[in-house]
């Protein structure tokens, strides 16, 4: 039994069968990065450790990847998932261009943007919704916010505050699109306090989908260095247990929890996981819920007038 609901369930209902997201590498930067290294947690490469190179053409390069992940998992329809840095960081005409070739590969059904709340603007909405979901395709805008503190927000470099990325969800919600938010629940300087207000501030907003990572530290960031000297202490496996099974039982009930923990390959990383494999993190998890007898959203009662609930007004 799952005690909350899973990405896959979630793909499965919406489209009628099994869906899989295929990794998109962009020529795109960030704008973190124009003037310096980025968030502290950032590699050179950015996230896409799955993808190919960006010099390979969009279709090619679901084409390459389909034929794998079709095979592995069983998978006849798939996203486009353009995934590293920010891809709404291009001229509009040339994020146009790329995401219309990906709709013109054998059997893409959407597409997946993951962008920075500040990189959300009406003019590429307007594409998405106009050009892409109007025509049949889903739409998904998925937004790095890591953690509602923001002091922790300033502390690791990212360049946006809590208000950028209230912005871009109110700014998007209007079309439809489904909206995802990434978060890091381990976070140097955040507590478990800091987990359940980000679940909490999440589930106020008309969001869909969450996909929470465990912090791993990759070679070459600003981070690594820091881990490496000494300044900066991290949590330990047990208390992100606590952090991940708080955070699950105070979102929202009806929302999707695509991830809990990250997968990244250990050559590419100082830390990640404790050393633990993402299955096993996955047994505790699940046991710690049982063990405590949460499902999802069995803490949301915070919503929608709690006090006059409280006080029978």
Sequence with gaps: MERYNTYSAHLKKRFGEKVYKLPVNLPVTCPNRMEGRG?????GVGTGFEAMSEKVPVRDQLEKTKQKIGKRYGAKKFLAYFQNYTNTFLPLKDFKAYVLEALEAEDIIGVSVSTRPDCIREDYLNFLKEEVQDRGFAVTIELGLQTVNYHTLKDINRGHTLAEYLNAVLLTAPFG???CTHVILNLPGDTLKDAVETARVISA????????????????????????????????KEEYIERLTEFVANVREDMVIE??????????????????????LKDQFDEEMERKGYVQGCKCNYLNGAALRRWRI
Excluded: Q
Aim: proline share 5%; aromatic share 16%.
């Design 39 to 43: 968030c502290s947690f950032c590699a």
């Design 177 to 179: 699109f489904e909206i």
């Design 205 to 236: 907003l008309p969001v869909d989908v969450i996909k929470a990572h465990s912090l791993y530290i990759p070679k070459n960031s600003v981070m690594y260095e820091e881990y490496g000297e000494g300044k900066i202490s991290l949590c330990t």
């Design 259 to 280: 991830r809990l923990f990250s997968r990244v390959p250990e050559d590419d990383a100082v830390f990640s996981n404790w050393g633990v494999s993402w299955w096993k």
